[in-house]
């Protein structure tokens, strides 16, 4: 068919949706010629914008929604609308309607859509039950929930029987009703034809956080209505019964093929009319385009792959070159406050595909990436929680992913994913076909400066807005050609947080500086960023600190287990779990005080510190401790120091529990957990508090019921309460609390951060922090348990093994040329019985005291 | 006061050179403190196989310990962060990078050079 012909060529176009409309709009603005265009539409509407319809609930009125009148308004077209084809007649070239009307064609087109379907089960048309697809059903959807809870007088209970996409929208929308309402799904898992189950049961807890219920595996056997025929109920295949005054069903659509069937034009098995890369049906005047075509065998629900066969269709009517790819079956929620995006191939169906996943529990976020067998070329993925990445991922489907695939998955405010240097030719919308080349182009040749003229211009993002985000990026790189700072950054040497930090290093499994810094940092680390990656380091691979590249990592304390003081020398500080010593264990630390010569105090944390000791000596002092049968108390270490006790009921007059067994017990459980800052715990024996506990990161008060828990007390600098999470515990159920408090704590805070500034922080607070800890309403509590059996499994004390381990002890040499000679520089004199440090004063008097048998004259 | 030194140097002119130790002895990214006569030096092995020598002494505490610093990087330059109050110097030239709101005070420095394994220092003269 030529455009050209003697009278105008005539097309007529069954349908008057989103694709209809984007047919017409292409093939007029493609052309000046005389087409004659009749549109026929079953809708009394124009056109309008379907995938926004739950906009409706929103606020957005019918009109907001309409798509563009000019197409429709150009007097090569006829529209008809709220009239519907009844009837194909192939041998006159003619459609009937309803109206009783023949219209004859030279071209027939037809983009019929879908219809929404409901379940097939007792009870499906009561009134209360709706679909999910047109105006005329939200609209009816809206009166029936205001009419109904005038009527009962109260909040309505509603439920959604379909878990896709559009059942969360349709749940969302019901929400926004002030309909208390649950989707159900009959399969393991939401959206299960985009997500994997780990990716369901991410979004799940989303959505259940949002307030929506939900319930899976559950197939709905019947609706039961009261005897005015409103729906009440809800019966399921396990024989459980639930209320309901209002439900939705979006469990699918089914093409509108009916007109082709009667026609006995081709027809796929699963439905949907059958076209050809042309979009040509098997009568070769007739084309279908959208939701009703059927290509490969598959239709496909998605405005994007209707547009691109409009636009098909529309060309080749004008005896232009064109044809359909294939189906891009992408996808992203458009809930607001829960991300979800699924793109190509999410399930790695390809043979040989790899997929690299990132799960963070915590923050509700799920994502993962497809990769080719040599994980060059991006296939696909998943990401829930935080779709950020979707607009930059997505553009680079089957192609190089240029880039770390890790980078791409961190949370988003981590390392910037490579996105600014997206190739021209990569697709950033694919409802519009508009390129990252087209968007630049927008900008730099149109004058473009804001999203809403890239809109205007390009129709970028002015369909499902999936793509604003990158269009968004690509505009800010574009016009300011500036890299914005991070300001989250830990140091020069890596542009994250300390969370962020950790998330990286446990996704990518790496497990040495190097590695680490290599992949995620610049340089080669600072005193700021080493000593984090080591506490980061230690928690998840549980390594000895001086292991390896782990030595270099270490503060100086850390580094030689021991303190450092003013001049130089260092502290030492056994541990005295729970503040409980033996007379014998006392014996041992005056004795090896004595004869090394060290300063002894009681510290602020029930324990003995023995000061002066040189770093040539601190392993002769340390065997003679670690024979004796003590151990590192850490007190050098961002890391748990000390439980602080009182004596409890084993012998003051009040205790009403054994406060020192739970505090020796508690120390030992925690001894050489690495955190972001130290950690203190406190057992008081009833509540007048003489261990002061509530002071402490954790503190525990017994009374008669169990014990008292409570979380981020502070002494210090800035001096804190802790605020009670839990009362009556018992032993097991305070061990568990604490368990997941700390780790909590320490896969989360901040470089330095300690509990109490920690817990201010947290959103929600104390209720939400019970909720995570003690109902798991994140699901993280399995693995903040197995984190913590890990450590207590893997504990040993440093010392001891770095006694076993001559190739450790090197490092304690005073000098690599005179290893045990004597810093010359330590001078002591005595004060109150005892060595200090010598002033400049005391240099100068000469009343000095040096060696390390020393004696001071009482 | 920057010295660029090469192993070429050392084995051109041994007699100048005092020998240290042995390059193993040093652990590379951690310091080591060594004595030169009675003088105090803190030797470093960085990433990219360099000795550094510098005076232990920190000049902000006083005390010797600057070989017992985190050893890292500020952009090109390879630095040592004093154990002690966390300065940061540039341990080719000595110079404090980071004073933490100190007057800016330099460390000492020693060429350094490797022959044959073993780490040799020059005595300047200042
Ligand atoms: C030795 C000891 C003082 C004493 O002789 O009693 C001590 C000594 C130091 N404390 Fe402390 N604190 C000691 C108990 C405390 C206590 C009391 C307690 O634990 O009940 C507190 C208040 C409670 C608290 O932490 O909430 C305490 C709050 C601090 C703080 C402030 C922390 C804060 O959150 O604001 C610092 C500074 C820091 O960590 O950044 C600090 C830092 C230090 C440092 C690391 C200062 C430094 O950089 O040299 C000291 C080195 C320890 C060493 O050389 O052994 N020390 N420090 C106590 C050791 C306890 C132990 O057995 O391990
Ligand atoms: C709530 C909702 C959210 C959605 N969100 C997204 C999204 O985020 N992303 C995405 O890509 N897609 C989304 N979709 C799907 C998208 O809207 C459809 O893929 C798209 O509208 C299909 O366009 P179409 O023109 O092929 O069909 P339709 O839009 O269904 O249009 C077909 C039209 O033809 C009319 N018709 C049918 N038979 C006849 C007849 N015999 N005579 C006359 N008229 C007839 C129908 O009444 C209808 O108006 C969503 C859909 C819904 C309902
Ligand atoms: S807190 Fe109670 S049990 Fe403990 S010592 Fe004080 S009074 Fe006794
Ligand atoms: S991708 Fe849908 S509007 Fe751009």
Redesign the pocket.
């Known amino acids: 068919m030529s455009s050209t012909g003697p009278t105008p060529p005539h097309v007529v176009v069954v349908g008057a949706g989103m694709v209809a409309h984007r047919f017409v709009e292409s093939l007029l603005s493609r052309t000046d010629d005389a087409w004659r265009v009749t549109v026929i539409g079953e809708e009394p509407r124009h056109p309008y914008d379907r995938v926004g319809l739950t906009s409706f609930f929103a606020g957005a009125s019918a009109e907001d929604l309409e798509l563009d009148a000019s197409p429709l308004a150009d007097e090569r077209v006829r529209f008809q609308r709220g009239t519907t084809v009844t009837r194909i007649d192939r041998d006159r070239a003619e459609v009937v309607t309803d109206r009783g009307e023949r219209i004859g064609y030279d071209r027939l087109v037809l983009a019929t859509g879908s219809y929404a379907a409901r379940l097939a089960v007792d009870g499906y048309d009561h009134d209360g039950c709706f679909v999910y697809r047109t105006l005329d059903d939200v609209e009816a959807l809206e009166r029936f929930v205001e009419r109904r809870s005038a009527e009962l007088g109260r909040r309505l209970t509603g439920t959604v029987i379909g878990g896709g996409l559009l059942g969360l929208e349709a749940a969302g929308a019901l929400q926004g009703l002030d309909v208390d309402c649950t989707v159900i799904q009959s399969s393991d898992r939401l959206m299960s034809a985009q997500l994997d189950l780990p990716a369901g049961d991410a979004l799940r807890r989303l959505i259940e956080q949002r307030g929506i219920g939900v319930r899976t595996s559950a197939l709905t056997t019947r609706l039961d209505a009261d005897r005015s025929g409103r729906v009440i109920g809800l019966e399921f295949r396990d024989g459980s019964w639930e209320r309901t005054d209002v439900v939705v069903f979006t469990v699918g659509v089914r093409p509108r093929d009916e007109l082709a069937r009667a026609a006995g034009l081709t027809v796929d098995a699963r439905g949907g009319v059958a076209i050809d890369a042309g979009c040509d049906t098997s009568d070769p005047r007739i084309l279908a385009i959208g939701e009703v075509a059927s290509f490969g065998g598959q239709c496909v629900g998605l405005v994007a792959p209707g547009y691109a066969m409009a636009e098909v269709a529309a060309a080749r009517l004008l005896g232009l070159e064109a044809s359909f790819g294939g189906f891009d079956v992408s996808t992203k929620l458009k809930l607001s406050g829960v991300d979800v995006a699924s793109f190509g191939d999410a399930f790695a169906e390809t043979p040989g595909a790899l997929d690299v996943v990132y799960a963070d529990p915590v923050a509700g976020v799920y994502k993962k990436l497809v990769l080719s067998d040599d994980a060059k070329t991006l296939l696909g993925g998943i990401l829930v929680g935080d779709a950020s990445a979707y607009g930059s991922l997505r553009p680079l489907v089957g192609g190089a992913l240029g880039g770390d695939p890790v980078a791409y998955l961190m949370p988003r405010e981590g390392v910037a994913a490579p996105t600014g240097e997206l190739p021209d030719e990569a697709l950033v919308c694919s409802c519009n076909s508009v390129t990252a080349g087209g968007i630049r182009s927008a900008v730099h040749d149109e004058g473009c400066s804001d999203v809403k003229a890239i809109k205007a211009c390009t129709k970028a993002g002015a369909a499902c807005g999936s793509c604003v985000g990158m269009i968004t990026k690509l505009l800010g790189s574009e016009l300011a050609k500036t890299g914005a700072a991070l300001s989250n950054s830990l140091c020069e040497h890596f542009a994250m947080s300390r969370r962020q930090l950790f998330d990286a290093v446990r996704v990518s499994g790496l497990s040495t500086f190097s590695a680490v810094i290599d992949r995620f940092g610049t340089g080669r680390g600072c005193d700021i960023c080493k000593p984090v990656l080591a506490s980061i380091l230690s928690t998840l691979t549980g390594r000895h600190v001086l292991d390896g590249e782990n030595a270099t990592l270490q503060d100086t304390?850390d580094h030689v287990m021991?303190?450092?003081?003013?001049d130089g020398s260092?502290?030492v500080?056994p541990r005295?779990a729970g503040g409980e010593i033996t007379p014998e264990g006392l014996l041992v630390i005056g004795q090896v005080a004595q004869d090394f010569g060290l300063y002894t105090?009681?510290?602020?944390?029930?324990?003995?510190?023995m000061?002066g000791a040189r770093l040539e000596q601190l392993p002769d002092i340390w065997k003679r401790l670690v024979d004796a049968g003590f151990e590192s108390?850490?007190?050098?270490g961002k890391s748990l120091?000390?439980v602080?006790s009182c004596v409890g009921s084993t012998w003051c007059r009040y205790g009403v529990q054994d406060a020192v067994g739970m505090a020796v017990q508690l120390e030992l459980r925690y001894r050489g957990l690495r955190s972001p800052?130290?950690i203190?715990l406190?057992v008081s024996g009833c509540a007048r508090e003489c261990a002061?506990a509530r002071?402490?990161?954790v503190g525990v008060i017994a009374t008669e019921a169990g014990w008292n828990m409570y979380v981020g007390?502070?002494?210090?600098?800035?001096?804190r309460h802790a605020v009670l999470l839990a009362e009556g515990l018992d032993d097991a159920g305070l061990l568990q609390a604490i368990d997941r408090f700390l780790m909590y704590y320490v896969f989360t805070a901040d470089r330095?951060q300690?509990t109490?500034p920690w817990f201010e922080d947290l959103e929600g607070g104390i209720d939400e922090l019970r909720r995570v800890i003690l109902d798991d309403s994140l699901g993280i509590c399995a693995d903040l348990d197995a984190a913590m059996a890990r450590h207590v499994e893997n504990y040993e004390d440093e010392w001891k093994a770095t006694l076993d381990d001559p190739e450790k002890l090197r490092r304690f040499a005073s000098f690599v040329n005179a290893p045990t000679t004597p810093d010359p520089s330590l001078a002591y004199t005595a004060e109150r019985g005892q060595a200090r440090p010598a002033t400049a004063e005391d240099r100068d008097a000469g009343v000095l005291i040096a060696g390390t048998t020393l004696e001071v004259r009482r | 006061m920057t010295i660029v030194t090469h192993e070429r140097d050392a084995a051109a002119a041994p007699a100048d050179w005092t020998a240290v130790c042995a390059v193993t002895d040093l652990e590379t990214e951690r310091g080591r403190a060594a004595l030169l006569g009675e003088t105090q030096v803190a030797l470093f092995l960085t990433h990219a196989g360099r000795v550094h020598a510098v005076q232990n002494l920190d000049p902000y505490s006083g005390a010797h310990v600057i070989s017992r610093g985190i050893v890292g990087t500020r952009g090109e330059v390879p630095t040592v962060a004093s154990p002690m109050y966390k300065q940061v110097f540039d341990l080719r030239t000595g110079v404090c990078l980071e004073t933490n709101g100190k007057e800016p005070r330099a460390l000492r420095v020693w060429p350094a050079a490797v022959a044959d394994g073993i780490v040799y220092l020059r005595e300047e003269q200042r």
């Open positions: 304390n021991a303190n450092m003081q003013k260092y502290s500080v005295i105090k009681i510290t602020g944390g029930q324990r003995i510190d000061f108390g850490h007190a050098y120091r000390t602080k800052h130290k203190k406190g002061e002071g402490k990161d007390g502070n002494g210090g600098f800035t001096p330095l300690r109490a």
